[in-house]
């Protein structure tokens, strides 16, 4: 889905002006948070060989970020099975700061820009005092790693996966327990604040939300460091 929505904004959205113009091309692109909704359609329709649809859009356009909602529809019924929303953040490759947007990009989607409200975006969320967590601890593998030698986006995905599946089968959690893959997935949230490279050890730390038993959290950390935080909530009928 990533992958999909960066191959579809590099080949049409965020294309510099024309060929032999001084206008900057974007220098060094980071995903700041993700949130995915999978509907019911998802698990009804996904199958080998069976089509989708792909509509990528451009809703907000900021400073030095912009957010883009990603739809995925079955193409048979055009019923929708995932929604998306990416906050991006154009970054300068030698002082790993943001960098603010060239000044071509704004001036195109201006109708984008302040004026317009922003979508809803992942924002971080405070790790509780009084919950008992469950630990996992992972080393960055090479084969972890993405183009500019960081851990690469989805490994902390799998990360945070294998600490659920590893505390819904150790009892951690009171409604997730046994085989995670008996659960399907409903919503997830990415939020990415600092960066790990290979070879790092990472502390995952899961919990239930204390309001929604159907919602486990994540803070990866390094050290004292936090790196990155996740939420994941399952279509439990139960719940």
């Known amino acids: 889905m990533i992958l999909a929505s960066y191959v579809i904004g590099n080949q049409y959205l965020f294309v510099p002006p024309g060929e032999g113009s ?10 700041r948070g993700q949130s995915w909704e999978f509907l019911p359609g ?21 400073n030095t970020s912009w957010v883009s909602m990603e739809e995925i529809r079955d193409a048979p019924t055009n019923e929708l099975m995932i929604r998306g929303i990416l906050q991006r953040i154009n970054v300068s490759a030698t002082r790993r700061r943001p960098e603010p947007l060239p000044d071509w990009l704004r001036e195109r989607y201006s ?8 979508p809803p975006t992942v924002q971080p969320f405070d790790a509780p005092t009084n919950v008992k967590c469950f630990r996992y601890s992972v080393v960055v593998a090479p084969n972890e790693t993405d183009t500019n030698d960081h851990t690469f986006h989805a490994s902390y995905l799998w990360y945070s996966m294998d600490c659920a599946s590893l505390g819904a089968r150790s009892g951690a959690y009171s409604l997730l327990r046994g085989n995670l893959a008996k659960y399907d997935l409903k919503m997830l949230e990415v939020l990415y604040q600092k960066e790990s490279l290979e070879g790092d050890v990472l502390d995952v730390e899961s919990w239930e939300d204390q309001d929604s038993p159907d919602t486990l959290r994540f803070q990866i950390k390094k050290g004292d460091e936090n790196i990155t935080q996740l939420t994941m909530q399952f279509y439990i009928t139960t719940v």
């Open 22 to 31: 001084k206008e900057p091309a974007l220098d060094l692109v980071f995903i």
């Open 42 to 62: 998802y698990y009804r329709h996904l199958a080998p060989g069976r089509g989708t649809t792909v509509t990528e859009s451009l809703r907000h356009v900021g």
């Open 111 to 118: 109708y984008l820009t302040s004026s317009v409200p922003r």
